[in-house]
């Protein structure tokens, strides 16, 4: 019986599958640096088999393997080449593996944060992003973000107290600018001047387009602009860069960068200045003033422990302006002197804990402060005439987690608060605002084909209602060649310290403007004085202003017809509510009006943005964009008409007309060439279709004859290298010449050249 049962044992273990085995391993670069957090996956029939390396590049992977197998190892890492493995089933436990990654150089393409508030390879994104690689932001010789932003597909350059950013028919206060994941703050009715930017400095420029409040909070109803700056380098570097131009403008720029394995210091120093230029040769006062400012920046970090990671952020920038003005007086013009600075200070520590090998704790403290000042001066006898100041504070503690379940699950999870004042004499009482957030994500990858992401925000906010920002998005690779994505979620914008607390009347026109919190005490004040000759509106219809809403949906497709051929095509619609536009509530005694605000349109904007881009080698490539943009504005009309028993009664017709600013059409071309021996070129063009700037008869919306033409601007440039530290290049914007006292910030054609050094 004994022989039966033993030989009824061996058979058993003969057939059952074999004991688990462990394959080990490490995972580094190419300069043997551990690669923590790649991806290591086997499948073992129909079983899949995965791990994720440790800090120290480290894994293990017990497996049941079959019998005499050759079993496939497929290591994944974001910013690295995937590396595929044939292992044989009898080489398993019998020595530790050790694999090299190589880092992946795109062309086009690259890792990004800002979609997803991690490092995500922009193939795996799920809603619509692009970059502008600081190598394209080099050769096409662009000083400020203002110049960088205007030759992108869906991004239209736009003037209302300085150079803002239309995306997706949305105002530039609908965008949120940030630098290294921080919101840059000041600005002037709504508009943040992008040509305070420097991108000297610039790692790439990441885009998000659609409403990104889910993960960004308020003013990312349009999409998000995030500038990524360069860190250091390994070891010492450091380099200069030098450009001369049309109307006197000179940039300078250096940096100095020093790391270590376990520290890293990069400071980055500019100066750009100006003459200014008149696109008005009768007028007084420049179109662009005379201007100097300097920019400082400091990134640092430095590894407490092998888990423990601290990081510093501090940028200085710093302007001022002279220009000449007039004042209509009894008796006359009165000549003045202008002299103008605006100024903004930024500091972020933060610190990085690992406490485990999947998950990460960040505590992020951002303090920032911006200001202005203006004083004008009687050009004739040096006294002063008008003098103000203004100064806008904003702080905010986050706390940010985040988890890595496994290869399919990702989770953040963080809350904060935002504290805002001000201080000018415009906003009576030095108004502040306080909102507290908190926020939420997962992404689910079921394969490497499909990703779902499911993301929300809530707000709470001390002078309007709390808010909820959903978003979900999806992708899904058919193919090799082709991809698909789509997203939709729910955006909003706060309204701002303007439309709630200005108290403000212009001494020289005589008009009037006053926030809806405001407006109450504001019109109250004005009866008492004997300055109101009609109320417009009774004071009791008026309701204090709510936030601004969208929901939006992205729906897009990228095909790869040939191996260095892509072509991206997205559409986009957004529908906004509670929209805040300003409107007379009264009639001042000097037939002047008095401006409140209030939320009463609904606007849509639609259409869809496509853009090729192809290498023809690896010295010549380009891309062509397009967008076609619908954006209306609901317009209520009131109308007497005689109904069917002959009675007068009121009637209100409701449409939506097209809105001014916008462009149907707007397109772009860039071609770049550089040659193994050193030489390169580039061409860069935008096509603007026509708009309407002006609502000459207060209908609300653009009629047939209110339309500027359109309009082309080209620039080109041509460079020289001298091995790899020297590069000198020339050329000209706007070479046609194109000028527009409405688009200020086209100031004609500009010839520079520009010295670059590194080492």
């Known amino acids: 019986m004994f022989r039966v049962y033993l030989m009824v044992l061996i058979t058993v273990l003969c057939i059952s599958p074999a004991a688990a085995q462990v394959i080990s391993g490490s995972v580094t670069d190419e300069q043997n640096n551990p690669l923590p957090d790649a991806h290591l996956k086997i499948q073992v029939q129909g079983t899949n088999y995965t791990t994720i390396t440790d800090l120290n590049g480290t894994f293990e992977l017990s497996i049941e393997p079959e019998t005499g197998s050759t079993l496939t190892l497929y290591v994944t890492r974001v910013g690295y080449k995937p590396e595929v493995l044939q292992i044989a ?154 450009r001369y131009g049309g109307n006197k403008t000179l940039d300078i720029s250096g940096d100095i960068s020093h790391a270590g394995e376990t520290f890293q210091n990069r400071i980055f120093i500019n100066r750009n200045t100006s003459g200014g230029y008149r696109l008005n040769p009768g007028s007084v006062s420049q179109t662009v003033p005379e201007y100097q400012n300097y920019t400082l920046n400091y990134s640092g970090s430095v590894d407490i422990s092998d888990r423990l990671t601290l990081d510093a952020n501090f940028r200085w920038f710093s302007e001022t302006q002279q220009n000449n003005s007039s004042v209509n007086t009894e008796n006359g013009a009165l000549l003045l002197n202008d002299y103008a600075g605006r100024s903004d200070v930024m500091v972020n520590p933060v610190l990085t804990f690992n406490p485990a090998d999947r998950l990460d704790f960040t505590i992020n403290w951002l303090s920032s402060h911006y200001g202005t000042d203006l004083e004008l001066f009687i050009s004739d006898s040096g006294d002063l005439y008008d003098s103000t100041e203004f100064n806008q504070y904003f702080n905010r503690p986050e706390f940010q987690g985040e988890y890595r379940w496994s290869n399919q699950h990702h989770s953040i999870a963080g809350t904060g608060a935002i504290f805002e004042r001000l201080e000018a004499e415009r906003y009576p009482g030095q108004p502040d605002f306080t909102t507290r957030f908190l926020f939420a994500q997962h992404s689910w990858t079921p394969s490497t084909n499909v990703e779902l992401t499911g993301g929300l925000r809530f707000d709470s906010h001390s002078e309007y209602r709390s808010q909820l920002s959903p978003k979900v998005s999806a992708r899904y690779r058919m193919n090799e060649r082709i991809q698909f994505r789509a997203s939709a979620g729910r955006g909003f914008k706060a309204p701002e310290f303007r439309q709630l607390f200005l108290d403000f009347t212009n001494s020289t026109v005589g008009y009037s403007v006053l926030g809806s919190s405001t407006v109450a005490d504001g019109i109250a004040r004005q009866l008492d004085e004997g300055t109101i000759d009609q109320i417009l509106i009774p004071l009791e219809n008026l309701e204090e202003i709510r936030a601004e809403s969208s929901w939006a949906i992205n729906a897009g497709v990228d095909v790869d017809p040939l191996r260095n051929l892509r072509l991206r095509i997205n559409f986009f619609r957004n529908n906004v509510s509670d929209l805040i536009e300003t409107a007379p509530i009264a009639r001042r005694t000097n037939g002047q009006s008095v401006f409140t605000y209030f939320n009463v349109d609904e606007v849509v904007t639609q259409g869809l943005e496509a853009e090729i881009r192809w290498s023809v080698s690896r010295n010549l490539n380009g891309s062509a964009g397009y967008q076609f943009l619908d954006a209306n504005r609901r317009i209520e009309r009131e109308r007497t008409v005689q109904d069917s028993r002959g009675e007068v009664v009121q009637r209100t017709d409701v449409s939506f007309e097209p809105m001014f600013n916008r462009s149907r ?81 086209l100031a004609g054609r500009l010839w520079y050249t520009q010295l670059s050094v590194q080492f």
């Open 89 to 242: 089933g009898s080489a398993i436990s019998s020595e530790e593996l050790t694999i090299v990654l190589t880092e992946q150089i795109y062309q086009q393409e690259t890792v990004v944060v800002t979609a997803t508030r991690t490092q995500r390879d922009i193939e795996e994104v799920s809603i619509p992003v692009s970059v502008i690689s600081g190598e394209e932001i080099q050769h096409s010789g662009n000083m400020r973000l203002s110049d960088v932003l205007a030759e992108q597909t869906g991004m239209q350059l736009v003037s209302d107290h300085g150079p803002g950013i239309q995306v997706q028919g949305f105002d530039p206060d609908y965008t949120l600018i940030m630098i290294d994941g921080n919101p840059v703050i000041g600005r002037t009715a709504g508009t943040l001047d992008l040509s305070r930017i420097s991108v000297r400095n610039v790692e790439q420029i990441e885009v998000v387009k659609g409403p990104s409040s889910a993960l960004w909070g308020s003013d990312a109803l349009a999409g998000v602009v995030n500038i990524i700056t360069e860190t250091a380098r390994r070891g010492l570097s450091g380099g200069f860069t030098t």
């Open 665 to 745: 059409h707007s397109g772009n071309i860039r071609l770049f060439y550089e040659t193994d021996s050193g030489w390169g070129a580039n061409v860069r063009g935008t096509l603007r279709g026509r708009f309407g700037l002006f609502d000459s008869n207060g209908s609300g919306f653009v009629d047939g004859d209110e339309y500027e033409k359109g309009y082309t601007v080209w620039n080109a440039a041509v460079s020289r290298t001298f091995g790899n530290s020297v590069r000198l290049q020339a050329g000209a914007d706007n070479l046609l010449g194109y000028t527009n006292i409405n688009q200020p910030f």
